[in-house]
C-alpha cells in the first residue's frame, strides 16, 4: 500500500542552524501539506502546497519557514534559523487533488526535531 | 473560543464495550469532519469521514455529525484492545488545511 515517508525521522540541532526536513509523498498525489505536534499539544497546520506553490499558509509559518519540490519526488520543508520553539514531531501528509479541492490527506510518520 | 474542543480523557473501556468520542467546534464553515487514529510516536491514520450532517458506518466505526449543533461524534462497537490509540476529530472548510482537536486518548481493557 503506497505512503508518505519522511527522513529522518529524528533531527537533532543547535538553535540558530538550518534544518531541512523531507518527505516523499504518495506517487499520484498532487497536494502537500506540513504540520507540526508539538509535544501534549495538538496537531497544527503550517501550510499546504499545490502546483509549485503555497496554496495556504498559517500563522505559524513566517518568514523562518519555506517549502520546495525540488525534484518530482521531494518534498521539503526548511527551517532557516531554529528556535528552540521549533522542537516538535513534523508531520508531512499528501493528498489526491479533485477540483483543486482535496479531503483525505495521508499522513508520514513524521520527523522528530529537537532544537537545543 | 477555540476552532475544535475535544476531551482529552484518558478514557478507559473494557474489551466489547461502546466507546462515543465527541468533538464540538464553532466554524460554520466546516463541511467535512474527519477523524484520524493516531498510535504513539506515528502519524495520524485516516479513520475515515463525513460531510455535512448525517451518519457513516465503516464496520465497527460509526461517525455522526449535527450541524446543527455543532458536535462531532465517533462510536465504535465491540472495541478491541487494538483500538487503543488517541483519536482526533478534524474538520475541514473545502479549503484543504485540517483542524485537528487535541484528541482523546482511549485504552481497551482485555
Known amino acids: 500500500e503506497p505512503e508518505v515517508t519522511q527522513t529522518p525521522s529524528h533531527q537533532v540541532t543547535q538553535m540558530g542552524q538550518e534544518v531541512i526536513l523531507r518527505c516523499v509523498p504518495i506517487?499520484?498525489?498532487?497536494?502537500f501539506y506540513w504540520y507540526r505536534q508539538i509535544l501534549g499539544q495538538k496537531v497544527e497546520f503550517l501550510v499546504s502546497?499545490?502546483?509549485?506553490?503555497?496554496?495556504?499558509k498559517s500563522e505559524i509559518f513566517d518568514d523562518q519557514f519555506s517549502v520546495e519540490r525540488p525534484d518530482g519526488s521531494n518534498f521539503t520543508l526548511k527551517i532557516r534559523s531554529t528556535k528552540l520553539e521549533d522542537s516538535a514531531m513534523y508531520f508531512c501528509?499528501?493528498?489526491?487533488?479533485?477540483?483543486?479541492?482535496?479531503?483525505?490527506?495521508?499522513f508520514g510518520p513524521g520527523t522528530r526535531l529537537t532544537v537545543t | 473560543q477555540k476552532e475544535v474542543e475535544q476531551d482529552p480523557g484518558p478514557l478507559s473501556v473494557p474489551e466489547g464495550a461502546i466507546v462515543s468520542l465527541n468533538c464540538t467546534y464553532s466554524?460554520?464553515?466546516?463541511?467535512?469532519f474527519m477523524w484520524y487514529r493516531q498510535y504513539s510516536r506515528k502519524g495520524p491514520e485516516l479513520l475515515m469521514y463525513?460531510?455535512?450532517?448525517g451518519n457513516k458506518e465503516d464496520g465497527r466505526f460509526t461517525a455522526q455529525v449535527d450541524k446543527s449543533s455543532k458536535y462531532i461524534s465517533l462510536f465504535i462497537r465491540d472495541s478491541q484492545p487494538s483500538d487503543s490509540a488517541t483519536y482526533l476529530c478534524?474538520?475541514?472548510?473545502?479549503?484543504?488545511?485540517?483542524?485537528f482537536g487535541t484528541g482523546t486518548r482511549l485504552t481497551v481493557i482485555p
Open positions: 501528509a499528501s493528498s489526491e487533488a479533485l477540483d483543486r479541492v482535496s479531503y483525505e490527506q495521508y
Open positions: 466554524n460554520s464553515a466546516f463541511q467535512y
Open positions: 478534524a474538520p475541514q472548510t473545502g479549503a484543504n488545511n485540517l483542524f
Open positions: 506517487s499520484n498525489h498532487l497536494y
Open positions: 502546497f499545490y502546483n509549485n506553490e503555497i496554496s495556504e
Open positions: 463525513t460531510y455535512s450532517s
